[in-house]
C-alpha cells in the first residue's frame, strides 16, 4: 500500500496469497484435493486477506469430539480433524511475508555484494575467520542494527 497515493498493489497481495497457499496445501497433504479461495478486505483500519479453503472429497483423518448441543446438553460425535498446526501456520506466515518483500531479489543481492564488491583477498579473511574472531564481528554486527529488526 502507497499511502501517498493510496494505491494498493492488489496483484502483488494476490500473488503472495497464492505463493503461501501452494506452501500450505503442500505441507497440508491437501495439494491435489484443496480449493480455496480467498478475498482482499479494506473494511478496517488494516487492508488484511480472509482465506477459505475446502476439500470436496475430504481427506484428514476422523476424530472424536464433545458437542454441546442447543439446549446445553453434550453428547459424542466424529467430525475431520481440522486444525492447522502452529508450525504450518507460521510457515504460511513466511512465505506470504517472504514474497511481499521480495526476500529472492535482497538475497540475490546480498549475495553480488558479497561475490562481487568484495576484493578476493577480502573473502578470503572472512573464509578464514577462527569461530571465536567471526562471534565477535558477528556480535558487533548485530548491535549496529536498528533496534527495529524488521528493517
Known sequence: YNPKTKQLDE?????ATRVAMHDFTSKMGM??????SAAIHRNTDNIHIHVAIVEPQPTREWKRVTVEGRHGETYQEWQRKGYVPKKILNHFKAAFANEMV????????????IRQRL??????????QS????AV???????SLPRDRRL
Open 11 to 15: 496483484a502483488k497481495l494476490r500473488d
Open 31 to 36: 495439494a491435489h484435493s484443496a480449493i480455496w
Open 102 to 113: 521480495d526476500r529472492d531479489r535482497s538475497l540475490a543481492r546480498i549475495s553480488d555484494l
Open 119 to 128: 576484493q578476493p583477498d577480502q573473502r578470503s579473511v572472512w573464509r578464514h
Open 131 to 134: 569461530s571465536l574472531d567471526f
Open 137 to 143: 564481528r558477528y556480535q558487533e554486527l548485530v548491535k
